[in-house]
Nanobody, 126 residues
């Protein structure tokens, strides 16, 4: 099983980035894919999640309206389009795979996810 994040980098406040999570080794259509982030000295937190089964999406309040999650089931890849970036969005971003159906209660729970990528750094300068 592999999840490989890409697309991170350095951007000015107000700018945009698109992260990709390329997956392999499991049945993509049966999983929910979540994006998490971890800033220095802080706990890892849920950013967004998409169910590959039905396309349901979930967002943290802090990114609602600025970030958009999407998936390309033919490519087994999930994207996170991040617009209007703020310095507080600076973190290492991880994608993860949850074998269960995603829902609004549990999508942020780290223990629900079986597989994790290595992360990609996003730095937003002020």
């Amino acid at each position: 099983v592999q999840l490989v994040e890409s697309g991170g980098g350095l951007v000015q406040a107000g700018g945009s980035l698109r992260l990709s999570c390329a997956t392999s080794g499991f049945t993509f259509d049966d999983y929910a894919i979540g994006w998490f982030r971890q800033a220095p000295g802080k706990e890892r937190e849920g950013v967004s999640c998409i169910s590959s089964r039905d396309g349901s999406t979930y967002y943290a309040d802090s990114v609602e309206g600025r970030f958009t999650i999407s998936s390309d089931n033919a490519k087994n890849t999930v994207y996170l389009q991040m617009n209007s970036l703020k310095p507080e969005d600076t973190a290492v971003y991880y994608c993860a795979a949850d074998p269960g159906p995603a829902n609004s209660l549990y999508w942020k729970v780290l223990s629900e996810y079986d597989y994790w990528g290595q992360g990609t750094q996003v730095t937003v300068s002020s």
